[in-house]
């Protein structure tokens, strides 16, 4: 298990996310530039094996050459105790072979837009001398918007040099080999053409032109057999389109494509209103190649001849020596033989027509006689082809045989090797495959024990589509396909299932220092939920993240809460009201008394107190208060001081400044 491993310092592996006979695919995360890959790595049983390894890396290397858009784009080739791993563009979508299992047929218009781009990919590899050499819908992804993305140029290039003896590798490309490759010869820029007009074929049918109950005798039909018209089982292909496939995938490539520019210009044209109902396309037949009757020659023609004879047919005759007769018997015998001859000539016509209708005449009209051959396991319009060439009359009787392929004789009656008059009936069985089952309903189920249960059914594959969702691991949410209740043979198909792998898990980053906004919308992108509280700092400018909670590199469900504390920036000091007690002294003395009725108070002259505040709130050149005094008299002087700023009072009495004093605001601790 490689989950959690980080390679080349850098690639951190996450989950497994596909698979082949060859190499594992995972979903990994590039640490440095900060981006999803895919990391495909090779199985360990190819670990040892030091041609595969150098071969692997010289192709890996050419195939990172390639910079197109519809080609996968690999980043990095490595290896690191004994794992070696291709790092590559990480496309979020699915293989064209799946794509092909969820919607084919397609119409031809789609088909032909997916068909040209996988053209466009290959041509710029061929520009840069790379043969795919595995072009098939596993080897090709597609997104969303659907972009085709070309994939495993390293790995076909370099598997073809090595033993094709491992079943799952031939089997997973042989549906899709050219002519050349399967007699075992070189493979080239017009092998990569068959594969893409087989591809085609199947993207407009959903289904492969050959199959077989071995890659062997599939390889044979590619080799033997000429590509069945697409129209068979989609009438609605326009013909232009079914010329295109009928050419990429003739069997001589002389009669292909010349180059993938010739087939893409063809592509660009083939839905044109003009070409719709064009002629069918038929492979050119040169001279001295059609296969010619060699007429048959009995060998009695020859006897006694030497080689430089011509064989000439005689007849005999009776001849006499014309000196043994005399004239005189010559005219005696004329007459007489002459009625012998009619009489005899009458009788013998007679008894050879009684004889003609009796016994010969039977004869003739008697239907000839046909060596019957074997026609088991032999295609069913293949046996009645042969049937009606050879005037004999069938009788088809179907029946279900797991073990014959649809369509294919099992038995005959009578046998291989009888002779039976022409117009005789031959009863042939043939196999209707498996039986179809009635597909159960697994939602809700745990996927593992289902795909047991299935491939112990002889299913032809399980497959599962992760889905993020709040079931728990394993289960299954959703029967794609075949549909539950639906009749299905097993060992024709492929089960797929969508499949909860959890809450999605992400990893938070370390949002301290960012901008609220950026911090907001970082979680927004990551299905997460920002929880925003504010605080002043003194250090931390106002609008940045002081703190999160979860901390940053740790692992949270989507859909989790992030604490976030954003700086209100250094906090703002209050304004200070201070004041002060000052005592001003009354200075004049007391007048002399008119009577003895004067009071003291009588005799005291007032002293005018003004006092003058400047603050906040107080103008320094205007009056704040004004008192006349005849004692000794205590005033309260209020005052607002702003920060970093100071207050200044001036008490004046008779006019005279008696008190001034200023206050600082860093001079008062607390303050009300």
């Known amino acids: 298990m490689l989950e959690g491993k980080v390679l080349g310092e850098r690639y951190k592996v996450q989950s497994l996310i596909g698979g082949g006979g060859m190499a594992n695919v995972y979903l990994g995360f590039d640490s440095i530039l900060k981006r999803e890959v895919a990391i495909k790595v090779l199985k360990l049983e190819y670990a040892n094996d030091d041609d595969f390894i150098r071969r692997f890396h010289r192709e890996a290397q050419n195939a990172t050459s390639l910079s197109h858009p519809n080609i996968v784009t690999i980043y990095d ?17 699915m293989t064209l072979k799946r794509y092909i299992q969820l919607h084919a047929p397609l119409d031809p218009e789609e088909a032909v837009m997916i068909t040209a781009q996988i053209a466009e990919a290959i041509q710029h590899a061929h520009d840069h001398h790379i043969i795919h050499r595995d072009i098939k819908p596993q080897n090709i992804l597609m997104t969303r918007d659907k972009q085709v993305k070309v994939t495993d140029f390293g790995i076909a290039l370099a598997l073809s040099s090595t033993s094709m003896t491992q079943t799952n590798a031939v089997l997973g490309s042989v549906h899709y080999l050219s002519p050349e490759q399967a007699r075992g010869g070189l493979a080239n820029t017009k092998s990569d ?39 068979k089982w989609a009438k609605d292909v326009p013909q232009s389109v079914e010329n295109v496939v009928l050419k990429s995938t003739a069997k001589d490539p002389l009669n292909r494509y010349q180059s993938m520019d010739e087939f893409i210009e063809d592509l660009r044209t083939v839905l044109d209103e003009d070409r719709l109902h064009e002629a069918p396309f038929q492979v050119p037949i040169i001279e001295g190649d059609e296969t010619k009757q060699v007429p048959v020659i009995q060998e009695s023609l020859f006897q006694n001849q030497s080689g430089d004879d011509t064989v000439v047919h005689r007849k005999s005759a009776m001849v006499q020596d014309p000196s043994t007769m005399t004239a005189k018997n010559k005219k005696e015998t004329s007459k007489q033989k002459k009625i012998i001859w009619g009489s005899s000539i009458a009788v013998l016509i007679l008894l050879f027509s009684l004889l003609f209708s009796l016994f010969v005449l039977p004869i003739l009209l008697q239907p000839d006689d046909v060596e019957l051959i074997d026609l088991t396991d032999r295609d069913r319009e293949e046996a009645k082809r042969w049937l009606e060439n050879n005037n004999l009359t069938y009788d088809i009787e179907e029946v279900y045989d797991d073990s014959v392929d649809v369509n294919v004789v099992i038995s005959q009656s009578p046998d291989s090797g009888r002779f039976v008059k022409e117009e005789t009936g031959v009863d042939l069985v043939v196999s209707l495959g498996e039986e179809p089952v009635g597909m159960e309903d697994y939602t809700d189920q745990s996927y593992s024990q289902v795909e047991r249960l299935l491939l112990n059914q002889d299913f032809q594959n399980v497959q599962r589509i992760d889905v993020y969702s709040e079931e728990p691991v394993g289960t299954i949410l959703t029967q794609v396909e075949p549909q539950p209740g639906s009749d299905v043979v097993p060992s024709e198909t492929i089960v797929v299932f969508e499949v909860s792998v959890g809450k999605r898990m992400v990893t938070l980053d370390d949002l301290i220092g960012l901008d609220e906004l950026e911090a907001r919308d970082y979680l927004t992108d990551k299905n997460l939920v920002a929880k925003v509280t504010e605080a002043h700092d003194n250090e931390v400018q106002e609008g940045e993240v002081i703190r999160q909670s979860p901390e940053g590199d740790v692992e949270v469900e989507e859909g989790s809460v992030v604490n976030l504390v954003v700086s209100l920036g250094e906090e703002e000091k209050p304004v200070k009201t201070y004041k002060e007690e000052v005592t001003v002294s009354y200075t004049l003395d007391e007048l002399p008394a008119d009577d003895e009725n004067t009071t003291t108070e009588e005799r005291l002259i007032p002293q005018e107190v003004r006092i003058y505040i400047g603050d906040v709130s107080h103008d320094s050149e205007k009056t704040y208060q004004v008192q006349m005094i005849t004692e000794d008299t205590t005033f309260t002087i209020p005052m607002e001081i702003a920060p970093d700023d100071q207050a200044v009072y001036r008490i004046e009495r008779d006019d005279q400044t008696v008190v001034q004093k200023t206050i600082r605001y860093e001079d008062i601790e607390g303050g009300e």
């Open 77 to 93: 080739v490595d290896d690191e105790n004994d794992i070696y791993y291709m790092v590559m563009e990480y496309v979020n979508g």
């Open 193 to 231: 053409i068959y594969s893409l007009g087989i591809v085609l074929f199947e993207l407009l049918t959903g289904r492969l032109p050959f199959s077989g109950q071995s890659a062997v005798s599939v390889a044979l039909k590619h080799l033997q057999q000429v590509v069945p018209p697409v129209k």
